[in-house]
């Protein structure tokens, strides 16, 4: 009898331990689908100053299994300034999720940030401070949209088919192109190479300081501002012009940082390459001479035509005028580019002639 009921009691505890854990499984899942893979296509606009505008395009894609538990994401994309300044940003994002953790891959550091994922349910960290909004259909799915201060989501059982981030008129969308579910998604692309981890304690991504580093993705940095605005209880209506200008510099932080470092080392390049292209006599050696220039401007433009195909004394006294012209500009803009502050700033010196 005793036997009985020590069995019944085990029998009880290992249900109720498996009850638990089945439980515990199912409030780690991300999505009501167990296995898909969505492709995205990435794309934004906006201006950030008078003279400078801003354009996102490439793609995404999203592979899970284990209803999302376990994630692979890569993003592609450029995010490029054109007008009074030119500059490319080339994005290349790849996490893995997977139980608690999440892996950040930093290619420029070479490093790989490990951080456990926020407790509690996902989908209500994935919507917090949003409110439902519709449904709108995309890619052949019927999502509901949920949108909170400058963002917006739609979300077809639990999968974002839709992600938008918007403030003063600058946006960043990711939307959902081809959607395969309830498959065994592909090998990724985006496989974690072999840098070493750093583990992180907390996850977060909010700026506690003014000078904590801005992150380098428009949309983060969109995203942030808008937590920034629901911080100070304020819309984009509610703040003063001078409030506004501020936030657009903060956008615009990176690519001024970027361009007060190029600018003068493009002046020092395009010196040196028109000494060079002084002495030499053939269309090859002055290409040779160009290259340099030609690599640094590949860097922040995509219209880049600085090759010669042809070389007289004349087409040879044309470039140099040419050179002559551009390199008088930008040293007149010189003390203005030292003295600038932010972006408005240095977008009013790039269009001032002096």
């Given at each position: 009898m005793l036997f009985n009921i020590q069995f019944k009691t085990l029998f009880l505890f290992f249900i109720m331990a498996n009850t638990l854990l089945l439980?515990?499984?199912?409030?780690s899942k991300k999505f009501d689908v167990q296995t898909g893979m969505v492709t995205f296509e990435i794309s934004g606009a906006g201006q950030i100053t008078d003279d400078v505008n801003i354009s996102i395009q490439g793609k995404g894609i999203l592979r899970f299994k284990n209803w999302g538990v376990e994630a692979l994401i890569e993003e592609n994309y450029e995010e490029i300034a054109t007008g009074a300044l030119n500059d490319i940003n080339k994005i290349k994002l790849c996490e893995k999720f997977e139980n608690k953790q999440r892996f950040d891959v930093d290619f420029a550091t070479e490093k790989i940030l490990e951080r456990p994922m926020p407790k509690g349910n996902f989908k209500e960290y994935f919507l917090k401070d949003m409110v439902k909004a519709g449904q709108k259909t995309i890619a052949g799915y019927t999502c509901d949209v949920w949108e909170g201060n400058g963002i917006r989501k739609c979300l077809y059982k639990g999968i974002p088919l839709l992600v938008?981030?918007?403030?003063?008129?600058?946006?960043?969308?990711?939307?959902?192109?081809?959607?395969?579910?309830?498959?065994?998604?592909?090998?990724?692309?985006?496989?974690?190479?072999?840098?070493?981890?750093?583990?992180?304690?907390l996850f977060k991504t909010s700026i506690k300081t003014k000078s904590t580093k801005l992150p380098q993705e428009l949309s983060q940095v969109i995203l942030s501002i808008n937590r920034e605005l629901s911080k100070m209880g304020k819309s984009v209506d509610g703040l003063t012009v001078h409030q506004k200008h501020e936030l657009l510099n903060k956008i615009g932080q990176n690519i001024f940082e970027k361009q007060k470092k190029f600018l003068p080392k493009l002046l020092d390049t395009m010196k040196e390459a028109r000494i060079c292209l002084q002495q030499?006599?053939?269309?090859?050696?002055?290409?040779?001479?160009?290259?340099?220039?030609?690599?640094?401007?590949?860097?922040?433009?995509?219209?880049?035509?600085?090759?010669?195909?042809a070389w007289s004394p004349e087409e040879k006294e044309k470039i140099l005028d040419h050179f002559d012209d551009n390199i008088v500009s930008l040293v007149s803009k010189m003390k203005c580019i030292r003295a600038s502050q932010n972006i408005s700033d240095l977008s009013i010196c790039m269009k001032k002639e002096y």
């Open positions: 439980s515990a499984n199912l409030s938008e981030h918007y403030v003063f008129g600058i946006y960043y969308q990711k939307k959902a192109v081809t959607v395969q579910l309830d498959i065994v998604p592909s090998p990724s692309k985006c496989t974690l190479p072999h840098f070493p981890v750093e583990k992180f304690a030499v006599e053939s269309k090859d050696d002055a290409n040779r001479c160009l290259s340099a220039v030609v690599e640094m401007k590949s860097k922040v433009s995509k219209d880049v035509d600085n090759t010669v195909d």
